[in-house]
């Protein structure tokens, strides 16, 4: 299968965190973009944890925001269940 | 057979050939929009796989590794005659069929199958012509291991090259940093490990999406911008005429 892209995530005190990329999304009216990875934490049933964070890309420089609003994440799970259950 | 038949040659080329379809699976099921094509191309797909896997095996059986040649099975129990590799594949096969293969057997086939990729492993070597990389061939590890060498050597000085590494590490370092804007923790949530392959099989697609996305929202942001700038000189324009 595909080879794992790993990434690192530098929060704002500088800690680096190495994580895997799963996939990307990208909303329907084209203006939002969103990081899906996982941290490596498998469940013993075989289940994946994964996190999803939106994505900005500004001079070359990438940078994560957290989705705080309740209706973009539902609108993101949407995305990602037509993947999923594809 | 060919009194010149080379074992590990033919089981590598097997091997290779097997790949260049996996990979080529991958890229087609990703690329499939109808939802149920994809569904049972990827169940096909995993099907396939897992018969490959047997058949090598089988093929491995039949083979001294060590002498490249044909080798007897010697038999344990005269009484009970061991299972040959032949009628094993058979029996597999059967089993995969009727979809009741033993968790026991997969577990020894995915291990014959990693104990071979230390004898003969592969490396995916992705074409530098090709920024989206789509095109790729499979390349002996030893071979990829040579040419990445190969490219990351500037000077022939010892100090040179270890301050180039640095730089292309720190500089690789870099280009795969994502900076987190705030003191919020991730949304994250559990998906099934079928979920969470048929979202990793997508990643290629999906990163044409974003970028198709960024562009066309970029345009859309020009355009808009052009209309305005348009509409403020016409509005000066007007201005001036009084």
């Given at each position: 299968m595909d080879s794992s892209e790993k990434i690192i995530i530098v929060d704002q005190d500088n800690n680096q965190q190495e994580v895997e990329v799963v996939t990307y999304l990208s909303s329907k009216d084209h203006k939002n973009q969103y990081l899906v990875y996982t941290k490596g934490e498998n469940q013993p049933n075989g289940d994946v944890i994964i996190y999803i964070s939106k994505m900005k890309v500004e001079d070359d420089k990438t940078t994560l925001e957290e989705i705080s609003d309740d209706a973009e994440w539902k609108d993101v799970q949407k995305l990602l269940k037509e993947i999923a259950n594809a | 057979m060919s009194y010149n038949f080379n074992y590990k040659e033919s089981i590598n080329g097997i091997k290779s050939s097997l790949f260049d379809i996996y990979e080529n699976q991958e890229i087609e099921i990703g690329l499939e929009q109808n939802?149920?094509?994809?569904?049972?191309?990827?169940?096909?797909?995993?099907e396939i796989k897992d018969l490959a896997l047997l058949l090598i095996e089988g093929i491995e059986d039949l083979y001294n590794v060590e002498t490249n040649s044909y080798q007897e099975k010697k038999l344990?129990?005269?009484?009970?005659?061991?299972?040959?590799?032949?009628?094993k594949i058979l029996n597999l096969v059967e089993n995969s069929q009727n979809q009741s293969i033993k968790e026991e057997e997969i577990s020894q086939?995915?291990?014959?199958?990693?104990a071979n990729d230390e004898v003969t492993s592969f490396q995916k070597y992705y074409l530098n012509c090709d920024m989206k990389d789509v095109n790729f061939a499979y390349v002996p590890k030893k071979l990829y291991e040579k040419i990445k060498n190969h490219k990351e050597l500037v000077s022939t000085d010892d100090d040179t090259k270890e301050l180039v590494q640095e730089n292309q590490d720190?500089?690789?370092?870099?280009?795969?940093?994502?900076?987190?804007?705030d003191k919020e923790k991730p949304r994250g949530i559990i998906v099934r490990n079928d979920q969470y392959m048929k979202l990793a099989l997508s990643k290629r697609r999906q990163e044409g999406v974003v970028q198709e996305a960024r562009k066309f929202h970029k345009e859309e942001l020009n355009k808009q911008r052009k209309e305005n700038q348009k509409k403020e000189l016409e509005k000066a324009v007007v201005k001036f005429d009084i």
């Amino acid at each position: 299968m595909d080879s794992s892209e790993k990434i690192i995530i530098v929060d704002q005190d500088n800690n680096q965190q190495e994580v895997e990329v799963v996939t990307y999304l990208s909303s329907k009216d084209h203006k939002n973009q969103y990081l899906v990875y996982t941290k490596g934490e498998n469940q013993p049933n075989g289940d994946v944890i994964i996190y999803i964070s939106k994505m900005k890309v500004e001079d070359d420089k990438t940078t994560l925001e957290e989705i705080s609003d309740d209706a973009e994440w539902k609108d993101v799970q949407k995305l990602l269940k037509e993947i999923a259950n594809a | 057979m060919s009194y010149n038949f080379n074992y590990k040659e033919s089981i590598n080329g097997i091997k290779s050939s097997l790949f260049d379809i996996y990979e080529n699976q991958e890229i087609e099921i990703g690329l499939e929009q109808n939802p149920k094509k994809k569904n049972d191309r990827l169940n096909k797909f995993i099907e396939i796989k897992d018969l490959a896997l047997l058949l090598i095996e089988g093929i491995e059986d039949l083979y001294n590794v060590e002498t490249n040649s044909y080798q007897e099975k010697k038999l344990t129990n005269p009484e009970i005659p061991e299972e040959t590799a032949e009628s094993k594949i058979l029996n597999l096969v059967e089993n995969s069929q009727n979809q009741s293969i033993k968790e026991e057997e997969i577990s020894q086939i995915n291990t014959k199958e990693q104990a071979n990729d230390e004898v003969t492993s592969f490396q995916k070597y992705y074409l530098n012509c090709d920024m989206k990389d789509v095109n790729f061939a499979y390349v002996p590890k030893k071979l990829y291991e040579k040419i990445k060498n190969h490219k990351e050597l500037v000077s022939t000085d010892d100090d040179t090259k270890e301050l180039v590494q640095e730089n292309q590490d720190q500089k690789t370092l870099n280009n795969i940093n994502f900076y987190k804007e705030d003191k919020e923790k991730p949304r994250g949530i559990i998906v099934r490990n079928d979920q969470y392959m048929k979202l990793a099989l997508s990643k290629r697609r999906q990163e044409g999406v974003v970028q198709e996305a960024r562009k066309f929202h970029k345009e859309e942001l020009n355009k808009q911008r052009k209309e305005n700038q348009k509409k403020e000189l016409e509005k000066a324009v007007v201005k001036f005429d009084i």
